[in-house]
């Protein structure tokens, strides 16, 4: 089983899941192009290039069908695996994911605005504070949020300011009736990031998927909410 980050995140952001789905699994946690231990490819970063280096990773180590499991980014990363190299993947597992942007708000479209005028002016550890915030606004939640502002903080401006233009040119509605894949959906209810009509259009456009709503779960639902998630992707797997 192979798991993607998101924007800005690493492979060690999958923590949650590393018992429980290691328990059943051989696990493959990939740090995206750019991200962290992953060095930035030649040129600039798109989904579609990110897609193709994790394709030559998986072909390099010689492994059968995968199941992908991605947030956000690596979500449309495991989107566009499976149109180009279905061969490669056995089923999807998409979190808080889109086939095409859209912020969910006027608000969502100012905190966007907000993150991009930091990216130019602050250093990155306070970029990371808002994201994270964003992530985790709950008190009771302060140990998560510390967490996110470290994960977050060792992404590169370059590679932050690359990968959001990858995720604005991102545009996989066309292809989502191509997916044949088994494919689960999982939203959660109080994001702030993704618009819920991208993700419900996202599942219904792809054939078959199913669609689950976590709630009191924000865009990181596989770590504000891990027991619920992780009890509907393990279910979901067990069932190809």
């Not at 990371?128 to 903080?153: C, E, H, M, N, T």
């Not at 709630?215 to 596989?222: C, E, I, L, N, V």
Request: glycine residues 8%.
């Amino acid at each position: 089983m192979q798991e993607e980050d998101g924007l800005g995140s690493s492979a060690e952001d999958w923590a949650p899941q590393r018992a429980p789905f290691g328990a059943r699994y051989r696990l493959l946690l990939v740090d995206l192009p750019g991200h962290w231990r992953s060095a930035h490819p030649r040129g600039r970063l798109t989904v579609e290039g990110m897609a193709e280096r994790v394709a030559m990773l998986l072909a390099e180590l010689g492994e059968p069908a995968v199941h992908v499991v991605g947030l956000s980014l690596g979500a449309c990363v495991g989107l566009v695996l499976a149109l180009r190299a279905p061969e490669r993947v056995r089923s999807l597992t998409l979190v808080n994911a889109f086939a095409r942007l859209e912020p969910p708000d006027a608000a969502g479209t100012l905190r966007m605005a907000l993150r991009l005028v930091l990216l130019a002016t602050a250093p990155m550890t306070s970029v990371a504070a808002i994201v994270a915030r964003g992530l985790f606004p709950k008190p009771a939640q302060a140990d998560l949020y510390r967490a996110a502002v470290a994960s977050l903080s060792r992404t590169s401006r370059r590679v932050y300011l690359e990968s959001i233009a990858a995720l604005a040119a991102f545009d996989a509605r066309p292809q989502l009736g191509q997916i044949v894949q088994p494919t689960l959906v999982v939203v959660g209810e109080r994001d702030r990031t993704i618009a819920r009509a991208a993700t419900e259009a996202l599942a219904r456009g792809i054939p078959g998927a199913r669609f689950e709503l976590v709630s009191d779960s924000g865009h990181a639902t596989h770590y504000d909410q891990a027991d619920a998630f992780n009890r509907l992707a393990l279910e979901f797997l067990a069932t190809h």
